[in-house]
C-alpha cells in the first residue's frame, strides 16, 4: 500500500477536492454553469417534445371517442392531408353499436399550428364543447379558438384573424383539450384547400364501449388496410420514441452536451494543474502516489460535472417558466426520467476532459514542481 495512504483517510479526498474547489468559487461557478448549458439545452429539447406530445394526447382524450380510423400508411403524429373519402365516415357510422361517427379535415399552418375542420353538430355531440365567449358558428368564414391559442394573440369572441391569405371573423373560444386549437366548418375548409369531399380521419363514439373489441375487429376485416385503432392505443404512440427526426436531434444534442463538459473541464483541470504545481510536488513529498494525485482531479471533474446537471436541471425549471409565460400554445415537461441520462451524459463529458491534465499531473517529478515558480 502507498505510504502516503497509509497516513491518510478517505475523507482527506474529498476535503482537498472541495477545498480546492471552494477557494476558486468563481471558475468553480462559471464551470458549472457552462457545463450545466448543454444539460439544459438536452433537457428543454426533450422536454418540449414531450409535452407537446402530452398536450395532443390530452387533446384527442378530450374529444370523447372511443376509436379512430385513417387512411393507410398515414401516420399518427404526422396527419397533415385528407386522402380518405367522406363515404368512409357514412360507412362507419352505419356500423352496429356506432353511436356518432365523424370525419374531419386537417390542414396544417404556420409552424406547429394546423387547422381542423369539423362538423359543429357531429362534433360537439361527442367531445362537447365549452364556450368562454361567443359561441358556435353563424357564418362560413368563422372559427372557434381555444383559450391558448386565443390568450397568445390577444383574441377575443368578435375579432378578426387571417388564415389561407384571407379574413376570419373569431366567433367562439372554448376552453382547451377539444381536437385543436383552431376549428372551421370542414366544408369551408375542404373547399378552400381543394379537397372536396375529402376527410383526414374518422372519430366513433360506441353505444357501450364493452363492445369496443368487438367493433374493431369488425371493421378491421370490413376495411382492409385502413388503420383502426382504440383511443387508448392511439394516443399511446404519441411518444418521442416514435420519432426517429427527433431522436437524431436530441443524439445530436446528447453529443453537444458530452463536447460542452469536454471542453468545460478541460479547460478548468488544465489550468489547475498549472496553477497547482507546486501543491503537487508537496503531495509527492510527503508520499502521495500518481495514482492518488490522479484521482484528486479525476473527483474534481466529477464534482463539477455533477454541479452542472444540476444548474442545468433548474435552468430547464427556467425554460419551461419562460415557455408558459411567452408561448403558452407550447408545453414544455419537466421529464424527470432524462435526469440521470443527463447525469450519465455528463460525467462521461467530465472524464474525458479530465484525462490528460489529470495524467500529467500525476506523472510530474516532485522535485521539479516544488521548484517551479
Given at each position: 500500500?502507498?505510504?502516503?495512504?497509509?497516513?491518510?483517510?478517505?475523507?482527506?479526498?474529498?476535503?482537498?477536492?472541495?477545498?480546492?474547489?471552494?477557494?476558486?468559487?468563481?471558475?468553480?461557478l462559471l464551470s458549472?454553469l457552462a457545463v450545466?448549458?448543454?444539460?439544459?439545452?438536452?433537457?428543454?429539447?426533450?422536454?418540449?417534445?414531450?409535452?407537446?406530445?402530452?398536450?395532443?394526447?390530452?387533446?384527442?382524450?378530450?374529444?370523447?371517442?372511443?376509436?379512430?380510423?385513417?387512411?393507410?400508411?398515414?401516420?399518427?403524429?404526422?396527419?397533415?392531408?385528407?386522402?380518405?373519402?367522406?363515404?368512409?365516415?357514412?360507412?362507419?357510422?352505419?356500423?352496429?353499436?356506432?353511436?356518432?361517427?365523424?370525419?374531419?379535415?386537417?390542414?396544417?399552418?404556420?409552424?406547429?399550428?394546423?387547422?381542423?375542420?369539423?362538423?359543429?353538430?357531429?362534433?360537439?355531440?361527442?367531445?362537447?364543447?365549452?364556450?368562454?365567449?361567443?359561441?358556435?358558428?353563424?357564418?362560413?368564414?368563422?372559427?372557434?379558438?381555444?383559450?391558448?391559442?386565443?390568450?397568445?394573440?390577444?383574441?377575443?369572441?368578435?375579432?378578426?384573424?387571417?388564415?389561407?391569405?384571407?379574413?376570419?371573423?373569431?366567433?367562439?373560444?372554448?376552453?382547451?383539450?377539444?381536437?385543436?386549437?383552431?376549428?372551421?366548418?370542414?366544408?369551408?375548409?375542404?373547399?378552400?384547400?381543394?379537397?372536396?369531399?375529402?376527410?383526414?380521419?374518422?372519430?366513433?363514439?360506441?353505444?357501450?364501449?364493452?363492445?369496443?373489441?368487438?367493433?374493431?375487429?369488425?371493421?378491421?376485416?370490413?376495411?382492409?388496410?385502413?388503420?383502426?385503432?382504440?383511443?387508448?392505443?392511439?394516443?399511446?404512440?404519441?411518444?418521442?420514441?416514435?420519432?426517429?427526426?427527433?431522436?437524431?436531434?436530441?443524439?445530436?444534442?446528447?453529443?453537444?452536451?458530452?463536447?460542452?463538459?469536454?471542453?468545460?473541464?478541460?479547460?478548468?483541470?488544465?489550468?489547475?494543474?498549472?496553477?497547482?504545481?507546486?501543491?503537487?510536488?508537496?503531495?509527492?513529498?510527503?508520499?502521495?502516489?500518481?495514482?492518488?494525485?490522479?484521482?484528486?482531479?479525476?473527483?474534481?471533474?466529477?464534482?463539477?460535472?455533477?454541479?452542472?446537471?444540476?444548474?442545468?436541471?433548474?435552468?430547464?425549471?427556467?425554460?419551461?417558466?419562460?415557455?408558459d409565460v411567452f408561448?403558452?400554445?407550447?408545453?414544455?415537461?419537466?421529464?424527470?426520467?432524462?435526469?440521470?441520462?443527463?447525469?450519465?451524459?455528463?460525467?462521461?463529458?467530465?472524464?474525458?476532459?479530465?484525462?490528460?491534465?489529470?495524467?500529467?499531473?500525476?506523472?510530474?517529478?516532485?522535485?521539479?514542481?516544488?521548484?517551479?515558480?
Amino acid at each position: 500500500m502507498d505510504p502516503f495512504e497509509k497516513r491518510s483517510s478517505v475523507p482527506l479526498v474529498y476535503r482537498i477536492v472541495f477545498e480546492n474547489l471552494r477557494n476558486r468559487r468563481t471558475r468553480t461557478l462559471l464551470s458549472a454553469l457552462a457545463v450545466g448549458l448543454g444539460v439544459a439545452m438536452m433537457l428543454s429539447i426533450v422536454g418540449l417534445a414531450e409535452g407537446m406530445l402530452d398536450a395532443q394526447r390530452q387533446r384527442e382524450q378530450g374529444i370523447g371517442a372511443d376509436l379512430m380510423i385513417l387512411p393507410p400508411g398515414m401516420s399518427a403524429i404526422g396527419m397533415s392531408s385528407a386522402p380518405m373519402s367522406e363515404r368512409i365516415e357514412e360507412f362507419v357510422r352505419s356500423q352496429p353499436h356506432v353511436e356518432i361517427a365523424t370525419g374531419v379535415t386537417i390542414q396544417p399552418i404556420e409552424r406547429i399550428n394546423r387547422l381542423t375542420g369539423i362538423n359543429f353538430a357531429e362534433f360537439n355531440a361527442m367531445a362537447g364543447f365549452i364556450f368562454v365567449e361567443g359561441g358556435p358558428f353563424e357564418e362560413p368564414f368563422d372559427v372557434i379558438l381555444d383559450e391558448f391559442y386565443a390568450r397568445q394573440r390577444d383574441l377575443h369572441a368578435g375579432d378578426t384573424v387571417e388564415f389561407l391569405d384571407r379574413d376570419w371573423t373569431v366567433r367562439g373560444i372554448v376552453e382547451p383539450g377539444k381536437a385543436a386549437r383552431v376549428v372551421m366548418q370542414k366544408t369551408v375548409l375542404q373547399e378552400l384547400t381543394g379537397a372536396n369531399g375529402k376527410i383526414t380521419l374518422v372519430y366513433a363514439k360506441l353505444d357501450d364501449k364493452a363492445n369496443l373489441e368487438d367493433v374493431m375487429q369488425s371493421l378491421e376485416e370490413k376495411m382492409e388496410g385502413y388503420q383502426i385503432y382504440s383511443v387508448e392505443e392511439f394516443i399511446s404512440q404519441f411518444s418521442v420514441d416514435n420519432l426517429p427526426e427527433l431522436q437524431t436531434f436530441i443524439q445530436v444534442l446528447i453529443g453537444l452536451a458530452i463536447g460542452f463538459g469536454f471542453l468545460v473541464i478541460f479547460l478548468t483541470m488544465h489550468t489547475a494543474v498549472l496553477e497547482r504545481t507546486r501543491e503537487i510536488g508537496i503531495l509527492k513529498s510527503l508520499g502521495a502516489s500518481s495514482r492518488y494525485i490522479l484521482g484528486i482531479f479525476v473527483r474534481e471533474a466529477l464534482v463539477l460535472g455533477l454541479l452542472g446537471t444540476v444548474a442545468g436541471i433548474g435552468a430547464s425549471y427556467l425554460t419551461k417558466y419562460a415557455i408558459d409565460v411567452f408561448i403558452p400554445t407550447m408545453t414544455q415537461a419537466i421529464v424527470m426520467a432524462w435526469w440521470p441520462k443527463a447525469l450519465a451524459v455528463t460525467m462521461v463529458g467530465a472524464l474525458l476532459g479530465v484525462l490528460y491534465p489529470a495524467f500529467r499531473a500525476a506523472k510530474q517529478d516532485a522535485l521539479e514542481s516544488l521548484s517551479y515558480e
